[in-house]
């Protein structure tokens, strides 16, 4: 009986270089980068894969090496599912004079697990049946689905905001949703934050989110991000994800953010609630206004107060937070949004106002000379007094 692979990689393991997936995906789109070969079989291939990286099943390797990889010294990054099969064909690549064939530790697994991005011409069978309702939409059809599938989003919160939200990207199929938010789960959030249920009241809410959203859809992966969004650890989160959809409840985090969003150029959908009222646009860096374009400096302390000094009615956020999951689908698949206007929403009387935002060109942020170049003292900044007047108000006007 001829070895499992199992027995092959035990007896060879340490005669191949490996690399690890952080170290690969930090080249992904640099020039000069190794080639990357994926030896699953062709299912495999089909349900996934590295951007970029080229099909060669482990049992061809041998045959297909010279015609498909004529250079000897050129170098190589050999992948399977979990690293068994590509440590084999790195092997047997060296055997045939191949001198620069790492194999990638966990393999494709591990990459996904990371949120690392994918590539796919298909969907699954229960893919394919579980997004059949976009997929006979002409704007999003098999191709919108694909981009959602590879696509990365970060929540700040997983709140009254941030619930909601969660829930849609992640029921449309959005492939990796990071979830910032240290707090844990209260009694008090139950009235409007549908991540979460009362079996979990004190447990940590992303790793509730977390749960709730792998129960709804398999493929979604949830990166956990258990932590305070400060100046010290936004450009390391941020950096991973296509765009940002703020759930956040005070004024340092939405100045720190947007001066973040800016710097990384990545659009955020903006959202916020008080009793009644809510409001929602889109920041679209350098496309139209910024927060600071609707708001240079924040309101004292008195004039604006939180949902748990002020009241939200339970309803509200998930209004809100749909149509903030609506503009970050729309963001993903290029369909025009809500950049430049913005929405507000009276639920007492359900009625919808919009107004139009313009860009600030002396905004400090995004201006033609902006004045913040780098991160501040935020809760200094928005703790300070001032004189809060029509001078401050949001550049806005009725649209039409």
Not at 144 to 156: N, P
Not at 188 to 194: E, G, M, P, T, W
Not at 360 to 386: L, M, N, Q, V
């Amino acid at each position: 009986m001829p070895p499992s692979y199992r027995e092959q990689f035990d007896r060879i393991r340490h005669l191949v270089t490996e690399v690890d997936a952080e170290e690969v995906v930090a080249v992904l789109d640099q020039p000069g980068r190794p080639r990357i070969i994926d030896v699953r079989e062709q299912s495999e291939w089909d349900g996934g894969r590295i951007p970029g990286a080229e099909h060669i099943p482990l049992g061809t390797v041998g045959d297909a090496a010279a015609a498909r990889l004529p250079r000897k010294d050129e170098p190589l990054v050999i992948h399977c599912a979990a690293g068994v099969r590509s440590a084999i064909a790195a092997h047997q690549l060296q055997q045939l004079g191949y001198t620069n064939v790492r194999s990638m530790a966990g393999g494709f697994s591990r990459w996904q697990n990371l949120g690392f991005p994918t590539a796919s011409d298909a969907l699954t069978p229960d893919q394919s049946e579980r997004y059949s309702r976009h997929l006979l939409i002409p704007e999003v059809g098999l191709a919108g689905q694909l981009k959602l599938l590879q696509a990365k989003v970060l929540l700040i919160g997983a709140g009254g905001l941030g619930s909601p939200a969660a829930l849609y990207l992640a029921a449309a199929g959005v492939g990796a949703l990071g979830i910032v938010d240290s707090d844990v789960v209260d009694r008090s959030n139950l009235q409007r934050q549908i991540l979460h249920d009362t079996s979990r009241i004190g447990q940590s809410k992303v790793s509730s989110a977390r749960e709730t959203i792998e129960k709804l859809n398999p493929d979604v992966k949830v990166i956990e991000h258990e932590e305070r969004l400060t100046s010290e650890n936004i450009d390391r989160i941020i950096s991973a994800y296509d765009l940002v959809v703020d759930g956040a409840d005070n004024f340092p985090t939405r100045y720190l953010l947007n001066d973040a969003s800016i710097k990384h150029r990545k659009p955020v959908v903006h959202g916020s609630i008080y009793r009644f009222d809510g409001q929602l646009t889109v920041f679209k860096p350098f496309e139209g206004p910024c927060y600071r374009c609707l708001f240079p400096e924040p309101p004292p302390p008195e004039l604006a107060p939180s949902c748990a000094e002020a009241g939200v009615l339970g309803v509200l956020p998930g209004i809100v937070g749909s149509l903030q999951a609506n503009e970050a689908i729309k963001l993903i698949l290029g369909l025009p949004g809500l950049a430049g206007r913005l929405v507000l929403f009276d639920a007492l009387d359900t009625s919808f106002r919009e107004v139009t935002l313009r860009r600030d060109p002396k905004c400090a942020a995004c201006g033609e000379h902006p004045t913040i170049t780098e991160y501040i003292d935020y809760e200094g900044f928005c703790a300070s007094p001032r004189d809060w007047n029509a001078e401050h108000a949001p550049a806005a006007t009725p649209a039409d």
